[in-house]
Each structure stands twice: as C-alpha cells, then as structure tokens.
T-cell receptor, first 109, second 111 residues
Framework: QKEVEQNSGPLSVPEGAIASLNCTYSDRGSQSFFWYRQYSGKSPELIMFIYSNGDKEDGRFTAQLNKASQYVSLLIRDSQPSDSATYLC?????????FGTGTSLTVIP | TAGITQAPTSQILAAGRSMTLRCTQD?????MYWYRQDLGLGLRLIHYSNTAGTTGKGEVPDGYSVSRANTDDFPLTLASAVPSQTSVYFC??????????FGAGTRLSVL
C-alpha cells in the first residue's frame, strides 16, 4: 500500500465550477499535509498546507482534513483555465515527505 | 532571489557513465532533498540532508550518492548510470519547517 493515494484523473470541470481533488494516506501519525500544483514541464509549487482537522481557506482554494478517515482534499472554487495542472498531495509522517502520483485537472473554458 | 538552482537543465548520458547533478540554494535553508519524478509513480525521495554534514536515505537511494559539505550545495551523483535512472530530478529545500521549495528540475536520459 502506498503512503499516499490520489485518483490520477484526468478530472475535467467547466470554467467557474468547483473542482474537488481527494487524497488518502496510510500513516495515522501524519501531522502535516500539503497540496502542490505542477504545470506541465515545471516544478511543483506549494499552494496549501493544513495541520488541523477541518477546513482551511485561502482565496479560491480550500483544504479539508479528516484525520479519523485519513483523507485530505482540495477544493478549487470558480475554476479557471489557468488552474489546469497536476495537483500533488504530500504528507509528512516523520521527517520524510511522501507524495501522491497527482491528479490531472483540466478546466474547460 | 535565485532560490534553488539546478544544473544541467537536461542531459543525455550513456549507460555506465557517471554524472553529478548540481543543486545550489541561496536561502540558507538547513534541509535539502533530491527527488525523482516518473510517470505514474510520482515524486519519490532519493536522499535528503537535514543540515550541512549530514545525509540520509530516502525511498529510492540505490545507485545514487549525495554529499553536503556546506549549507548551499547538495550534489547528487550517479556513479554508473543505468537506463532505469532516466527520470526528471528535482532538488528541494526547506527552512526547518514543513514547506519545501523546488528547483526547476533536471531531465536525464540514460541510453
């Protein structure tokens, strides 16, 4: 079992819709959770991090964490074509980061 | 601010040859990391260093070595490259917190 699991997609949403990206993790001791965005041919860039159960909002992005169910999600409101990218979930159970394989999102104009 | 600089940007390497991928950061971050990214497998940690003078093995360390002589530099060496090491390599750093910053990557093809 992989440490971090993501649906690889592709996920397609129309412009202006809400995109929902999900991630599950295996290590219950994980305390820190991250979402990175990666455009094709580019390096990952951090867009959200969350440490506590519940929701964390930053602009159009909301991260949701449920430690009991071991999942973390990312909601993108009012999706824009510029949001089209691969989204990587990352977990820090100890001193080593584990990344999911990423979910490819396409926002259709 | 340059952040993290990786070199070369891309390289084609004959199997059996050695190569060092360079990584330099100017943010004075203590921790540095090397990842490889392969289609369908995501980012996997090769080696890491929590501070100058120390290194540790990640998820896929075989065939790679690293050194951390100072805070800024964290080179990754392939002693005898094999085709399965064809990948995109990313160097990253963090300031001791949880947030990592990534370099632009090195695309390596081993033939």
């Amino acid at each position: 079992q992989k440490e971090v699991e993501q649906n690889s997609g592709p996920l397609s949403v129309p412009e202006g819709a809400i995109a929902s990206l999900n991630c599950t993790y295996s290590d219950r001791g994980s305390q820190s959770f991250f979402w990175y965005r990666q455009y094709s041919g580019k390096s990952p860039e951090l867009i959200m991090f969350i440490y506590s159960n519940g929701d964390k909002e930053d602009g159009r992005f909301t991260a949701q964490l449920n430690k009991a169910s071991q999942y973390v999600s990312l909601l993108i409101r009012d999706s824009q074509p510029s949001d089209s990218a691969t989204y990587l979930c990352a977990v820090l159970p100890g001193n080593q980061f584990y990344f999911g394989t990423g979910t490819s999102l396409t926002v259709i104009p | 601010t340059a952040g993290i600089t990786q070199a070369p940007t891309s390289q084609i390497l004959a199997a059996g040859r050695s190569m060092t991928l360079r990584c330099t950061q100017d943010m004075r971050h203590n921790a540095m990391y090397w990842y490889r990214q392969d289609l369908g497998l995501g980012l996997r940690l090769i080696h890491y260093s929590n501070t100058a003078g120390t290194t540790g093995k990640g998820e896929v360390p075989d065939g790679y070595s690293v050194s951390r002589a100072n805070t800024d530099d964290f080179p990754l060496t392939l002693a005898s490259a094999v085709p399965s090491q064809t990948s995109v390599y990313f160097c990253a750093s963090s300031d001791g917190g949880d947030i990592q910053y990534f370099g632009a990557g090195t695309r390596l093809s081993v033939l």
